[in-house]
């Protein structure tokens, strides 16, 4: 792992964004060489890191991520990875489709650089599966994730039996930053089946108090206009 762009992360603040995106860009971009995805995938997972230890550091890392994909060099590219027309996988495509991957792997319980199968293991990727949800929120905010994939992903946390705090906390947290987004006339009879789940859960009384005042006060304030 390489400390320098630790380093950067660790600096990502609202007051210095411009000048440290530009060092995490430039140093991503100084790996036009490597004809590989090393730099980048080391890049993606270190910006997942950072969500995870510090989830006041969420938009401010989707700003980066939206930031890199408009100006990482087009000359990075992996020539393990071919598209359609038998070329590989360069610049912004190639970025965006690691921190795609990324995301849905964790989604699925999975980390690229992990094949070790213990229960232990499992539940650390299942912990941090559920800790990537803010940040994908804020990812399909910026406009780097589908509305399709936002919808599965509320479709997974939804799916029975749903007593878990820590599934209902990363719904809330997804409704919390992206509702208003998601919540839109074509969307609309999606999101009313959702809710009413959602509904159904407060009153099977599965969950505990605090869990259960998170999601009546996610319920709440889609009554209210997400205001």
């Given at each position: 792992?390489?400390?320098?762009?630790?380093?950067?992360?660790?600096?990502?603040?609202?007051?210095?964004?411009?000048?440290?995106?530009?060092?995490?860009?430039?140093?991503?971009?100084?790996?036009?060489?490597?004809?590989?995805?090393?730099?980048?995938?080391?890049?993606?997972?270190?910006?997942?890191?950072?969500?995870?230890?510090?989830?006041?550091?969420?938009?401010?890392?989707?700003?980066?991520?939206?930031?890199?994909?408009?100006?990482?060099?087009?000359?990075?590219?992996?020539?393990?990875?071919?598209?359609?027309?038998?070329?590989?996988?360069?610049?912004?495509?190639?970025?965006?489709?690691?921190?795609?991957?990324?995301?849905?792997?964790?989604?699925?319980?999975?980390?690229?650089?992990?094949?070790?199968?213990?229960r232990a293991v499992d539940l650390e990727k299942k912990r941090r599966g559920l800790a990537t949800l803010p940040l994908i929120a804020q990812l399909f905010r910026y406009g780097m994730l589908t509305e399709r994939i936002m919808h599965e992903t509320?479709?997974?946390?939804?799916?029975?039996?749903?007593?878990?705090?820590?599934?209902?906390?990363?719904?809330?947290?997804?409704?919390?930053?992206?509702?208003?987004?998601?919540?839109?006339?074509?969307?609309?009879?999606?999101?009313?089946?959702?809710?009413?789940?959602?509904?159904?859960?407060?009153?099977?009384?599965?969950?505990?108090?605090?869990?259960?005042?998170?999601?009546?006060?996610?319920?709440?304030?889609?009554?209210?206009?997400?205001?």
């Open positions: 792992v390489d400390s320098r762009l630790h380093s950067l992360l660790a600096l990502l603040v609202p007051e210095r964004f411009n000048s440290i995106s530009d060092e995490i860009i430039a140093w991503v971009n100084d790996a036009e060489e490597e004809k590989n995805s090393r730099t980048i995938t080391l890049t993606v997972r270190c910006i997942i890191d950072r969500t995870i230890e510090d989830e006041t550091s969420t938009e401010l890392c989707a700003r980066l991520c939206r930031k890199m994909l408009d100006d990482i060099s087009p000359n990075i590219e992996d020539y393990s990875i071919i598209n359609s027309e038998g070329k590989p996988y360069s610049g912004r495509m190639l970025f965006r489709k690691h921190l795609l991957n990324y995301c849905q792997g964790a989604l699925n319980g999975q980390d690229p650089e992990d094949t070790v199968g213990t509320i479709k997974r946390l939804l799916v029975l039996p749903i007593t878990e705090p820590a599934c209902i906390v990363g719904l809330c947290k997804i409704f919390l930053t992206a509702g208003r987004e998601l919540d839109h006339p074509k969307a609309r009879r999606h999101i009313d089946v959702y809710f009413e789940r959602m509904k159904g859960i407060v009153q099977s009384g599965d969950l505990d108090d605090e869990t259960a005042s998170m999601l009546k006060s996610v319920i709440a304030l889609r009554e209210k206009g997400w205001v």
